[in-house]
Structures are given as structure tokens and as C-alpha cells.
């Protein structure tokens, strides 16, 4: 079955970087998109990325822009996050999920729990 | 704008009809999906394409879409149904991805 499976939870200090991975299967890798969503504690989902694991093509939020970046390893089948230049407001669970029809998005990662903190 | 706009909360009892909205420019001439989040767990496509389920969805989760007001529909609410539900459109203007400011379903 398709799974994404995730790295496991982070503690950073703020300035620092960060790289989530998130390990798929049961599909081929890259006949479908890969985003990144987060979600902070008690709020909303919040998309931040996208990336085509065949053509490398990346779309970045505005929000984002410059501090974030997405790759993909096809030999490993795994997408990667960074973040950089962490402060409080980026702790949060991070989520990777396929992409499927019209952007739509599923299966989702467990989700990977980044906390920023001095 | 390209914000989707949910109301924070729905309350419903067993068995009734829930009804949650989101709307926004976007909705009229994007896709509108949806996405169901109990507590402590990740998301889960309900539907796609404005009505579409995915595998697996009860036949009880439907959609339905009129200007720019998208519109999930819950039938014979159970308490599993319990969660967060949120919006999601790709804004094609923008090439990024919106949410909706997500919708707490309260089973009384």
C-alpha cells in the first residue's frame, strides 16, 4: 500500500536548520507530486512546497521563499524539507503528502514534530 | 483574494446532516478538495474535484460547489466523524496551494 513515513521529531535553536525526510512506497515515485504542508499547534493547515520527482521542478510559498527548499533522492524514493533561519513561529508538526488529481493530496506522512526553541 | 473562508464550528447530532462551507473567490473556477483531521492524526482526502471520493470514503460524504461557495455534506453523522475539516484549493493564477481556515465538527 502507499505509505509515506517520516523523520522523526526535532528540537532546534532558533537561527538554526532544519531537514525532514519523508520515505514513500508502494508507488512509483515519480509519477507524483510531493508537498509540504505544516500545521502549528491548535492552528490550520499550511502549505509551504511543492516538487516534481521527475522533473525536479519546485513551487515555493511566497511566505517561504528563500528560507525553504525541497529536493527528492529517486534511488530512495524520499523527498526532503530544509528550512532555514528557524525562529518560534516555524514550531510545528510538518507533513509531506502526495500529490493525486487537480493538487489534491493523499496519502499523508505521520507527520514530523519541529520544535524551535533557545 | 485567494483565502477560503470556513466557520470555525459546526455542531450536529448522530444521525442528522452536517453541512460545512468554504468560500472564496477561487472556489468558482478551482477545484475545491477536502480534508478530514481527527484529533492527533494526519489529514485525509474526503473528497476531490468538488465531489469526488476517493477510495474508500463513505458514500455518506458528498460535495457539491455554486458560485464561489463549495459545500461538504456529512449524511447520517456518526461520532467518528468528529474532526476538523478543511478546504483546499490550488490557486492556478498563483501556482500555490490554499486552505481553508478549517471547520471543528462537533458530534452532540
Known amino acids: 500500500q502507499v505509505q509515506l513515513v517520516q523523520s522523526g521529531a526535532e528540537v532546534r535553536k532558533p537561527g538554526a536548520s532544519m531537514r525532514i525526510s519523508c520515505k514513500t512506497s508502494?508507488?512509483?515515485?515519480?509519477?507524483?507530486?510531493i508537498h509540504w504542508v505544516r500545521q502549528a499547534a491548535g492552528q490550520g493547515l499550511e502549505w509551504m512546497a511543492w516538487?516534481?520527482?521527475?522533473?525536479?521542478?519546485?513551487i515555493y510559498a511566497p511566505k517561504f521563499q528563500g528560507r525553504v527548499s525541497t529536493t527528492t533522492d529517486r534511488r530512495t524514493t524520499t523527498a526532503y524539507l530544509d528550512l532555514t533561519r528557524l525562529t518560534s513561529d516555524d514550531t510545528a508538526m510538518y507533513y509531506c503528502?502526495?500529490?493525486?488529481?487537480?493538487?489534491?493530496?493523499?496519502?499523508w506522512g505521520q507527520g514530523t514534530l519541529v520544535t524551535v526553541s533557545s | 483574494s485567494n483565502e477560503l473562508a470556513q466557520i470555525p464550528s459546526v455542531s450536529v447530532a448522530p444521525g442528522q446532516t452536517a453541512k460545512i462551507t468554504c468560500g472564496g473567490s477561487?472556489?468558482?473556477?478551482?477545484?475545491v478538495h477536502w480534508y478530514q483531521q481527527r484529533a492527533g492524526q494526519a489529514p485525509v482526502l474526503v473528497l476531490y474535484?468538488?465531489?469526488d471520493r476517493p477510495s474508500g470514503i463513505p458514500e455518506r460524504f458528498s460535495g457539491s460547489k455554486f458560485g464561489t461557495t463549495a459545500t461538504l455534506t456529512i449524511s447520517r453523522v456518526e461520532a467518528a466523524d468528529e474532526a476538523d475539516y478543511y478546504c483546499?484549493?490550488?490557486?492556478?493564477?498563483?501556482?500555490?496551494?490554499?486552505f481553508g481556515s478549517g471547520t471543528s465538527l462537533t458530534v452532540l
Open positions: 503528502t502526495r500529490g493525486v488529481r487537480s493538487y489534491a493530496t493523499g496519502p
Open positions: 508502494g508507488y512509483s515515485f515519480t509519477g507524483y507530486h
Open positions: 516538487i516534481n520527482p521527475n522533473s525536479g521542478s519546485t
Open positions: 477561487d472556489v468558482r473556477r478551482e477545484s
Open positions: 474535484d468538488d465531489r
Open positions: 483546499q484549493v490550488w490557486d492556478s493564477s498563483g501556482d500555490h496551494c490554499v
